[in-house]
């Protein structure tokens, strides 16, 4: 099956891919439909994200990445009006000018937001199971 996943700087050498901080992980959203992913890259964008790119990959290749990666996969069923968390972390793990070696001490860095937020997307992703 094809899912759409959020990615900044698509097909460059700095990738990233857009994650939501669950407890101490990151979570890859990955949308069954493209309009879905479309409309939450522009809320993230009003949020002052850089803009991301929708791009189709099979759910499996996700959720391999995923897995290497130690991050977990959550499938967004069609129809589902996701809102990005109110608040973001005060640092990304993905900076678009960052060197190999900056990009892995900000995975070390990374801030977790707030107790309240992360109950906020914990329910709404247990919602959609």
């Known amino acids: 099956m094809q899912v759409f996943v959020l990615i900044f700087n698509a097909r460059t050498e700095n990738e990233?891919?857009?994650?939501?901080?669950?407890?101490?992980?990151?979570?890859?959203?990955?949308?069954?439909?493209?309009?879905?992913?479309?409309?939450?890259?522009?809320?993230?964008?009003?949020?002052?994200?850089?803009?991301?790119?929708?791009?189709?990959?099979?759910?499996?290749?996700?959720?391999?990445?995923c897995e290497g990666a130690g991050y977990e996969a959550k499938l967004i069923p069609t129809g589902t009006l996701l809102m990005p968390p109110e608040q973001n972390v005060d640092q990304t793990d993905w900076n678009p000018n960052a060197t190999p070696e900056q990009r892995a001490e900000a995975e070390?860095?990374?801030?977790?937001i707030s107790d309240a937020e992360l109950d906020r997307i914990r329910q709404q992703l247990e919602k959609l199971l």
Do not use: C
Not at 108 to 112: E, G, L, S, V
């Open 16 to 65: 990233g891919i857009h994650t939501l901080r669950v407890g101490d992980r990151n979570a890859v959203l990955m949308f069954e439909e493209e309009d879905d992913a479309l409309r939450f890259a522009g809320l993230l964008e009003a949020q002052d994200f850089p803009e991301a790119s929708v791009e189709a990959f099979e759910q499996t290749e996700i959720e391999e990445f």
């Open 108 to 112: 070390q860095k990374a801030k977790d």
